[in-house]
């Protein structure tokens, strides 16, 4: 899928695809079972490595399809979201990381496999299954790590969210990239503080049931709008003015 267009750009083509390509194996489909036990591992790992502060979190919905979109600035995040949600989630994850034994692993705690270079069918397809089956499915809106202000982002999210009609609940992860750790200078230092601020829930869609690129284009807007409200307001309660250093949607 292409990134979004910028704001002020919405309009112009966005690359989704038509129809979702079927899952033709039940074991194909990521597992709630798998789901759960990486849950159990991510609150061993996160509450153990780290000190997550969670504000939030009963916002979840605590049944049925929820979405949850997350901001993307370390390589943490996700697993800090995984382990520290109140429910299990299965992430797309892109196939870089599904590299020697972390990628049979991984498939068997729930993640999805997603090729970022192309409409990849069989990934849309389990993740549409997830939702389906009343799930939880973890994105990161903007594709890939970077400034974590969800100033751009791809149209995947709208398409899940309007395909599925599940409910969106943003995710602000803020701390994990304040500095450096000692002894792996990729990590946050041990016992350091994160924040994982979970929001509102709400509908990517305008309750009309359009499935149009323009209705994914308006959808793709609004989530913006809701998700920078959302990580300006975690911000506020943290105390925390990472990732603010440009305007969102410039």
């Given at each position: 899928?292409?990134?979004?267009?910028?704001?002020?750009?919405?309009?112009?083509?966005?690359?989704?695809?038509?129809?979702?390509?079927?899952?033709?194996?039940?074991?194909?489909?990521?597992?709630?079972?798998?789901?759960?036990?990486?849950r159990r591992?991510?609150?061993?790992?996160?509450?153990?490595?780290?000190?997550?502060?969670?504000?939030?979190?009963?916002?979840?919905?605590?049944?049925?399809?929820?979405?949850?979109?997350?901001?993307?600035?370390?390589?943490?995040?996700?697993?800090m979201?995984?382990?520290?949600?109140?429910?299990?989630?299965?992430?797309?994850?892109?196939?870089e990381?599904?590299?020697?034994?972390?990628?049979?692993?991984?498939?068997?705690?729930?993640?999805?496999?997603?090729?970022?270079?192309?409409?990849?069918?069989?990934?849309?397809?389990?993740?549409?299954?997830?939702?389906?089956?009343?799930?939880?499915?973890?994105?990161?809106?903007?594709?890939?790590?970077?400034?974590?202000?969800?100033?751009?982002?791809?149209?995947?999210?709208?398409?899940?969210?309007?395909?599925?009609?599940?409910?969106?609940?943003?995710v602000?992860?803020?701390g994990?990239?304040?500095?450096?750790?000692?002894l792996?200078?990729?990590l946050?230092?041990?016992?350091?503080?994160?924040?994982?601020v979970?929001?509102?829930?709400?509908?990517?869609?305008?309750g009309?049931?359009?499935?149009?690129?323009?209705?994914?284009?308006?959808a793709?807007?609004?989530?913006?709008?809701?998700?920078?409200?959302?990580?300006?307001?975690?911000?506020?309660?943290?105390?925390?003015?990472?990732?603010?250093?440009?305007?969102?949607?410039?």
């Amino acid at each position: 899928m292409r990134r979004h267009p910028r704001r002020g750009e919405a309009g112009r083509e966005v690359s989704v695809p038509s129809k979702a390509a079927p899952v033709s194996k039940a074991a194909e489909v990521p597992t709630q079972r798998g789901a759960e036990v990486g849950r159990r591992i991510g609150v061993g790992l996160m509450y153990g490595l780290w000190k997550p502060r969670v504000l939030g979190a009963w916002k979840v919905p605590a049944t049925g399809p929820v979405i949850l979109a997350v901001n993307h600035s370390h390589n943490i995040d996700g697993p800090m979201v995984i382990g520290v949600a109140p429910r299990a989630s299965h992430f797309l994850v892109k196939k870089e990381a599904f590299i020697g034994p972390l990628g049979p692993a991984m498939h068997a705690l729930g993640q999805v496999k997603v090729d970022r270079s192309t409409a990849d069918r069989t990934a849309i397809a389990q993740a549409l299954a997830v939702l389906a089956n009343g799930g939880v499915l973890g994105i990161f809106p903007e594709g890939s790590r970077g400034e974590g202000d969800f100033a751009s982002l791809r149209a995947g999210l709208a398409y899940f969210a309007v395909r599925s009609g599940a409910q969106v609940v943003p995710v602000a992860v803020l701390g994990s990239t304040d500095r450096r750790g000692r002894l792996i200078k990729g990590l946050p230092p041990l016992r350091s503080r994160v924040d994982v601020v979970f929001g509102d829930p709400f509908e990517a869609g305008d309750g009309t049931g359009r499935r149009t690129r323009a209705a994914l284009d308006e959808a793709t807007v609004r989530i913006q709008k809701q998700l920078t409200a959302h990580l300006e307001n975690a911000r506020r309660l943290t105390g925390r003015q990472e990732n603010a250093g440009r305007p969102a949607g410039r």
